[in-house]
């Protein structure tokens, strides 16, 4: 991967351009530009995920999904597969 630079535009300076940069929805952000550190909160800690939502399969309340069981379905006898010709309307 190569060396990403921070994207974050700073208005007289122009572009951040710091290095390490994770990469980000909004681009590569460095540690002082992440979303949570321009809305002044902490970063989150490792496996963190949306609620009821794990994606990581590391947090503590993850389950492994459900397994979907196929129901065999039922077949038609071989004489009811052929209908009865419809009488026509006269």
Do not use: N
Not at 30 to 45: I, M, Y
Not at 72 to 81: H, S
Request: aromatic letters at 6%; hydrophobic letters at 30%; glycine letters at 6%.
């Amino acid at each position: 991967m190569p060396d990403l630079r921070c994207a974050h535009y700073q208005r007289p300076a122009g572009p951040c351009g710091t290095t390490p940069a994770r990469p980000y929805l909004t681009g590569p952000r460095c540690a002082a530009h992440t979303p949570a550190a321009l809305a002044g909160k902490p970063e989150p800690g490792a496996g963190y995920c949306a609620p009821l939502r794990c994606y990581c399969t590391f947090c503590e309340s993850w389950e492994p999904p459900p397994l979907i069981v196929q129901v065999p379905r039922r077949r038609l006898a071989p004489e009811a597969a052929t209908a009865p010709p419809v009488p026509a309307l006269t």
